[in-house]
């Protein structure tokens, strides 16, 4: 640990020195806020820095803990938060023009949380605008880490860039359609996709409600367990939340993959446009867990295209439901891309819509046969490694593209609201982060914290960039 910067160290390291007082909750987060004003002009993963209110729970946090009142493993941590969450007396405003002046009276259910475990937030991360895919005009796009040409992951970006080039200790992110796991993918960085309705959703601004997940971003499994074990939980004010008991989060942690089930698709891994090295990591991920003790079990995945148009219209539609008080009375303060994905939405029709239900119904069964015999499924996160882009096609208009490929690892459990992870798995020829994704059962987010810590153990592939 006494070679990793400070900046760079896990939540569940700097939790430890934190609790034995080595460290005070004042001079981490102003170490933090020093590393965002020093790099973050231009790296733009922040569109609100929180710097009096950080400092001010700063304050609070060490006194307790001076006093042996310890929270917990995210007592006196600095972390940030999507600009999706709503902070108390902060703009809230999701990337979107017509949400410039939008100051919520009160804080989102997972902003409370995080309060109550005694976290110190640090600010609010960029994003694309409504948390779909291109950004408005008016608004920063963040810079991956890894290379300013280089994709930063959708909807999340600021989550993934702030995480990975060590603006804070963790983040949240969203994912409708991948926006937890593209910019863990493309950032390098770990990202919990919860069981839908695990993490309440009240005081977060929706893209497509049936479909939207909040969770964590992190430098290892261990620290998303640590905040999800902060976030998970019913909400009175969310009906849609679960009321399943929140266990342990790390129970699993040390343990290994001894025993675990782990359902391998080579053809779904490696077909279609994915990427050679993305398949090789997801395959060589496999086998090291394989030589831990787990067991690969063959399984047969369905044609995932259909599902990906589905979710199209499933989004769309619901993202113009969202939208309805300001679009389309203020089409004209919305970027080109989001523009075209509301008009697209109400251009769908009823029969449209439960057409597209009826496909995300089938693809649930056909899930939920091929989890009949295995515990965790292994795939990639996405296609490719981070690819070219530059700043035009992401302040332009959509294209034409129903079809959603990108989606092949990411919508189906969207649609099922399966758990997932996502891990670093090294680096590819150009020295790029590659990722694997493990899929669970519903609840069982324990076991995938214990599988990725299991395999970051014996990989260490939980790599930062040296910025």
Not at 24 to 37: F, G, K
Not at 333 to 350: C, M, S, V
Request: hydrophobic content about 40%.
């Amino acid at each position: 640990m006494a070679d990793i910067p400070l900046h760079y160290q896990t939540i569940t390291e700097v939790a430890g020195r934190l609790a034995s007082r080595e460290i005070s909750p004042v001079e981490l987060t102003q170490a933090m806020l020093d590393r965002i004003a020093a790099l973050d002009g231009e790296l733009k993963s922040y569109v609100t820095v929180m710097a009096e209110q950080a400092l001010a729970a700063a304050r609070v946090a060490e006194s307790e803990i001076s006093a042996g009142r310890y929270l917990g493993g995210l007592h006196g941590v600095p972390i940030a938060v999507k600009d999706l969450c709503f902070t108390a007396d902060v703009a809230t405003m999701g990337g979107a023009k017509v949400l410039r002046d939008f100051v919520p009276d009160f804080d989102g259910t997972v902003v409370r949380k995080l309060n109550d475990a005694g976290a110190i937030i640090l600010g609010k991360l960029n994003l694309t605008e409504g948390a779909m895919a291109g950004y408005n005009p008016e608004f920063d796009i963040p810079i991956n880490p890894w290379g300013a040409d280089r994709w930063a992951g959708a909807s999340s970006s600021g989550s993934g860039v702030a995480t990975a080039a060590g603006l804070c200790y963790g983040s949240l992110g969203s994912d409708t359609g991948g926006s937890i796991r593209f910019p863990a993918a493309a950032c390098g960085t770990v990202g919990i996709k919860p069981t839908w309705g695990r993490v309440s959703r009240y005081g977060v601004l929706a893209l497509g409600e049936s479909l939207d997940h909040v969770g964590p971003m992190t430098r290892s499994a261990a620290d998303a367990g640590i905040m999800l074990q902060a976030l998970a939980g019913h909400d009175p004010n969310d009906p849609t939340s679960l009321h399943a008991p929140v266990p342990d989060m790390l129970a699993g942690v040390g343990q290994g993959a001894a025993g675990v089930r782990i359902g391998v698709d080579q053809e779904y891994i490696g077909g279609g446009d994915v990427d050679s090295e993305v398949a090789e990591a997801v395959m060589a991920g496999a086998r090291v867990l394989e030589s831990m003790g787990a067991t690969l079990v063959p399984v047969r995945m369905p044609d995932t295209l259909p599902y990906s148009r589905a979710w199209g219209v499933l989004c769309s539609a619901e993202a113009a439901t969202a939208h309805r008080d300001t679009f389309p009375s203020r089409a004209d303060d919305y970027g080109p891309w989001f523009r075209g994905w509301l008009e697209k939405g109400r251009g769908y029709t009823a029969v449209d819509y439960a057409a597209a239900n009826l496909v995300r119904l089938e693809c649930n069964g056909v899930l939920a046969e091929v989890f009949a015999d295995i515990d965790v499924l292994v795939c990639p996160s996405m296609t490719t490694p981070p690819g070219r882009v530059t700043p035009e096609e992401l302040y332009g208009p959509m294209g034409e593209d129903d079809e959603w490929t990108w989606g092949r690892f990411t919508i189906p459990y969207d649609f099922n609201g399966a758990p997932t992870i996502s891990l670093p798995a090294g680096l590819n020829s150009a020295g790029l982060p590659l990722s694997i994704q493990f899929v669970g059962k519903h609840l069982a987010e324990p076991l995938l914290v214990q599988v990725g810590e299991a395999y970051e153990r014996a990989t260490q592939h939980n790599l930062q960039p040296g910025v």
